[in-house]
Structures are given as C-alpha cells and as structure tokens.
C-alpha cells in the first residue's frame, strides 16, 4: 500500500469542524503527518482548551482514512491541545502569558453587564480553562461583592525587579479591581487619565501568569477607559451586553460602533441580551416581556453580529450576585444559560482565531483621537 502526504492531506480536507464549518487542514488542527510503510501516524492540535468535538472529529478522521486506503492500516492518532494565541509575540510584553483578551462591554450602565462578565468567566473556568477577570468599571466597581471579595487585599511579589500585584484567587479565576484598594463606602471621584492610570496598573503592574482568558469588564459607554485599553493591550475581542429595551439598544449601538470604528478595529464577537423575559414561578409557561420582546436579536440581524443568548429576569441571578456566589456554579436552569453563552462565545473566539490575523495594540494618534471623539459626540 502506497500512502502519500498529499493524499492523507487532501482526505482530511473533507472533514470540517462543525463549530466553525471550516476544514480541519485549514484550521491548522492537522501538526504532524508521518508514514512508515503500513503505519500512518497524525497529530490534530486543537485551538481551544476542552473542544468537546475533538473525539467526534478524531473518529471522523479513521473513517475517512480507513475507507480510502484499507481496514487494515495501521493507523495511530494522537490528540493535542494547543491554545492558538490571538496575541502576537510581539505585543506580549504587559502580558506575555495571556492568550486571549475579552472586552465586556455596554453602551448604558444597568443593564448586567458586571454579572454577564463575572458568570462568563467563571463558565469558562469550569472548562478547564485557566481564566483571569478585571474589574476596569473604576467608578463603579462591583466584582468584589459579586465575587464575595469585599474584604480582600492583594499582597505584592517581587519579580524581575519590579513589584507586582498578586490577583485574588476565587472560584478558580485570578480577579482584580480598583474596589480591592479604596474603602467599599467611598466614591472614586478622578478625572480621566486617573483612572485610565489605575487600569494600566491592573493590567500591567500584576503578576497575571498564563492564561488563556482575560475578561476586562468595562464601564458603561464609551469613554478613557477603553481607549486606555485597546492602546495598552491587543484586545482578542469584544461582547456587547444589553437589555432589549430601545433606550440601551440605541446605546449598544454606539457601543458596537466604537469598536468596529476604523482607528479601534477591535471585532465584535457577540450581542447578549440580558434581561429578556420574566416568568413567575407560580406560572412557569409565561414570559412577561418587561423591556420588550427580542430587541438584540433584531439588532444582532441588522448589524451582522452573532446573538450569543438571552437571559431572562430570575431572582436567583440578582440573589447570587449580591451573596458572592454567581448563579452560573449552581444546579439551576439559568445555570444552564449562562454555560450556553459561553459555549457559543468560545466558538466566536475560535472562528476569529483562525479566520482574523492576530489583535494588535491601537496606536491612536492626537489627531486620530480628537476625530473619534467628535464622531462620538
């Protein structure tokens, strides 16, 4: 039996990955082909930690082998997982070990954004994922209590000759905020390049280790603070979260349109609408639409954005947050949701790992600055 790399490579070019409906080969799973007479030996690496079609595809790959060459090849597939960094090499000096940045973001204040980002996280951690969260809402900072963290004071290391901030370890994620370092009673009242200062220093001044998610929750809006962001660090992507109320959609557009704006050019990665529905439990059949009915998902059709999920008014969620423990690590439907969300987020992030080239920093000149912000205005 004659076996060539050609051939092996062109069968497995048939078999696609059902999350992003492109080719294995393409996708660069395909590391390592070697033949010895009988004997064909593959290596498939795997973009992201825990893909759950890894085994279907591995079984997909025999198959196809096998009916083209023979039953009787000796054929022997060795799985990896090998994280695919959106982050260049050469931008990885503030944080060289972290793999993919998520921005989570709103246009209005309200509408969960804190709660979506923290349960997130915390979903994505229960994958296997080795996963950090910063809290960048430096005016109105909320992960700690969320966290039940409120109490916590970080201690410094010294490494490499600088001191650095050792985040807080809760539930399996590494966490930072501003609310760690200033009295829970007492109102940061900065200007601008403050705060802008304060997250550079969560970002760049901690000892984040690797990772292969960092979730910066952003205030509401746009403003400094995400500027200060995209220009410190390539941000992998963004998620827009709001409620399906016409007053914070037309917010959430602004949002969007802040990061596909030609100077950021930071992709959006998904819409979720948080607060969509309630049903009373004494009536589980009925969905009472309190902020109207299906807002993002007619706002995620018109500007080409996935619609990552939606999650109704349940009383557990605000229950939870306030008691310092996410629904999401808890055996409840909602639970349920949120792990959704971050199912289909992790598609996202592997469509635009191997479709996009890697993120790069925003380098935003005076000028280009000044006309953003007239364009906001």
Known sequence: MCISEDQVVEILRTIIHPSTGIDIVSMNILTQIQIEEKKLSLELSFPLVNDPLKSSIKKACETALRN??????????????????????????????????????????????????????????????????????????SIPKMLGLENERPSVIRKNGRDLIIPAECFGIKTLSIGFFINPDDATVWRGPMASN???????????????????????????????????????????????????????????????????????????????????????????YIFGKDGCVELAAKMNIPLLGQIPIVQSIRESSDTGEPVVLKKQKVSEEFKNIAEKLRVEILKRNTTYQPSQKVIITKNKVTDFKKKEE
Request: glycine share 8%; hydrophobic share 45%.
């Open 198 to 288: 304060a997250l550079k220093q969560l970002i760049s001044d901690a000892d984040w280790g690797e990772l292969d998610f960092l979730f910066i929750d952003l205030p509401p809006g746009t403003s400094d603070i995400h500027l200060t962001l995209v220009q410190t660090v390539p941000v992998t992507g963004a998620i827009i979260v709001s409620t399906p109320q016409p007053i914070a959609l037309a917010d959430a557009v602004k949002g969007i349109n802040m990061f596909r704006n030609k100077t950021i050019n930071v992709p959006v990665l998904g819409l979720i609408e948080n607060m969509s529905w309630f049903t009373p439990e004494e009536l589980p059949g009925n969905r009472y």
């Open 68 to 141: 083209k060459f023979s039953d009787r090849l000796e054929l022997d597939i060795q799985i990896k997982t090998l994280m695919k960094p959106a982050v260049p090499k050469k931008e990885q000096e503030i944080l060289p070990g972290v793999k993919n940045i998520i921005a989570v973001a709103s246009g209005k204040g309200g509408v969960g954004k804190s709660t979506v980002a923290t349960n997130l996280a915390l979903a994505f951690a229960k994958t296997g994922a080795n996963v950090g969260l910063i809290d960048a809402d430096i005016f109105g900072p």
